[in-house]
């Protein structure tokens, strides 16, 4: 009788090992991935396999399996297939997924367009620190340099696609908003994804995009949200949300990422009001009559 129990009992742990040796843990992982020299071939380029954990430890993802992300990764037997699928974000973020699919980079990535970023291209892979933190890509400080490394002046995706907007970088960096930014350390100055978005980024001419002419000003009020009451003695402010297109909108007057005190100052009346001011056929309506 003690030879059966025992029996049994041994059966069944063997087979608890067996199906928990299934599931792949990240030390069975780091056995292999841990080595900085392990690398393998793609399309003629050389892939590192290397995984930092000791960073892994630190990012938002510390608590998953390696396998929560790699599926494909979980076999019996090791070492595992070499071409794995890739990592898909939207099982956990399906929000964040739906809206990159369908803005400018979404799309660009559907239709196989050249430099189209992925997820880990902005956030990053086993590093992947939260905003909050001032090493994350995605810490407000670092947003710029993060986006400049596709629209910087020279980048490949600065001369390969037609983006309406020159030396973006460059003059963020010179106007109001950059000097706060990189000069004074200001992290409540305005930012790429503060006018942008951050998922959803669409043209200026789709209605709905943030820089939008109809929600350009709602934009700028979320920093400058007294703005109407000083412009009433030239324009009715309000007209921005309520009749959008009837009266200058806010980049009609300040240059996007060109805004510095200069430019309110001196250049905005030598300029930038004459391009509409020196139209004869312009006049002025209130209450819905020409005056």
């Known amino acids: 009788?003690?030879?059966?129990?025992?029996?049994?009992?041994?059966?069944?742990?063997?087979?608890?090992?067996?199906?928990?040796?299934?599931?792949?843990?990240?030390?069975?992982?780091?056995?292999?991935?841990?080595?900085?020299?392990?690398?393998?071939?793609?399309?003629?380029?050389?892939?590192?396999?290397?995984?930092?954990f000791e960073k892994y430890a630190q990012s938002v993802h510390q608590d998953l399996e390696c396998i929560s992300c790699h599926f494909d990764a979980d076999v019996e037997e090791y070492p595992h297939p070499e071409d794995l699928e890739r990592v898909d974000c939207a099982i956990c973020h399906g929000d964040a997924d739906e809206d990159f699919m369908a803005g400018v980079h979404g799309i660009a990535l559907k239709r196989g367009a050249p430099y189209a970023p992925t997820c880990s291209e902005c956030h990053g892979e086993h590093d992947i620190l939260p905003p909050s933190n001032v090493n994350s890509r995605t810490y407000k400080m670092n947003i710029p340099v993060l986006c400049g490394k596709c629209h910087r002046e020279g980048a490949p995706v600065a001369r390969v696609y037609n983006i309406p907007e020159r030396d973006i970088l460059s003059n963020y960096s010179q106007s109001i908003h950059g000097e706060g930014l990189f000069k004074q350390g200001l992290i409540v100055t305005a930012t790429c994804n503060d006018c942008h978005g951050n998922h959803l980024i669409l043209p200026h001419t789709n209605p709905r995009s943030s820089i939008s002419a109809r929600n350009i000003a709602r934009t700028c009020t979320k920093c400058h949200a007294r703005i109407e009451q000083v412009h009433t003695k030239v324009i009715r402010g309000?007209?921005?949300?309520?009749?959008?297109?009837?009266?200058?909108?806010?980049?009609?007057?300040?240059?996007?990422?060109?805004?510095?005190?200069?430019?309110?100052?001196?250049?905005?009346?030598?300029?930038?009001?004459?391009?509409?001011?020196?139209?004869?056929?312009i006049h002025k309506v209130v209450e819905g009559e020409i005056v």
Not at 9 to 36: G, R, W
Not at 244 to 262: M, Q
Request: net charge negative; hydrophobic share 35%; with cysteine.
């Open 1 to 52: 009788m003690r030879v059966a129990i025992f029996f049994f009992f041994s059966v069944l742990i063997s087979v608890s090992l067996i199906k928990f040796s299934f599931a792949a843990t990240n030390e069975e992982c780091q056995m292999c991935h841990s080595d900085p020299d392990l690398t393998t071939q793609k399309q003629g380029r050389t892939i590192s396999l290397f995984v930092d």
């Open 238 to 281: 309000e007209l921005w949300e309520k009749e959008p297109g009837t009266i200058p909108a806010c980049t009609d007057c300040h240059p996007p990422h060109k805004v510095n005190v200069e430019n309110l100052v001196i250049r905005t009346s030598d300029r930038e009001c004459l391009e509409c001011h020196r139209k004869p056929d």
